[in-house]
Nanobody, 124 residues
Framework: QVQLVESVGGLVQSGESLRLSCAAS????????MGWFRQAPGQERQFVAA????????YYADSVKGRFTISRDNAKNTVYLQLNSLKPEDTAVYYC?????????????????WGQGTQVTVSS
């Protein structure tokens, strides 16, 4: 089992920045691809970003490319999501997830473990 605990999100204004973190415990952190997803009310869970085990390869949804950055510190068993130039449409509950390598990083069903989610609200 892998336990994932996300940091508290927040309420920010359009154009501002926020950094989310997700601390993992339970198994070897580097065995897992780490991803971030988000879900707005009434919508499906949406892929945001993912990182391979070493952090050398990152993947992004088109909607966040150039604004969000995923990174991981394997010494701290933590993955981060830096959110810059936030927009009201980025408002959602953000989840981190862990999954074995070799799966489709953009599909939520290919991740085995999930955090509890953290609310990010962007006001206009």
């Amino acid at each position: 089992q892998v336990q994932l605990v996300e940091s508290v999100g927040g309420l920010v204004q359009s154009g501002e920045s926020l950094r989310l973190s997700c601390a993992a415990s339970g198994r070897t952190f580097t065995d897992y691809t780490m991803g971030w997803f988000r879900q707005a009310p009434g919508q499906e869970r949406q892929f945001v970003a993912a990182s391979n085990w070493s952090g050398s390869i990152s993947y992004y949804a088109d909607s966040v490319k150039g604004r969000f950055t995923i990174s991981r510190d394997n010494a701290k068993n933590t993955v981060y999501l830096q959110l810059n130039s936030l927009k009201p449409e980025d408002t959602a509950v953000y989840y981190c997830a862990a999954g074995p390598p070799g799966r489709n990083v953009r599909k939520f069903y290919d991740y085995d473990y999930w955090g509890q989610g953290t609310q990010v609200t962007v006001s206009s």
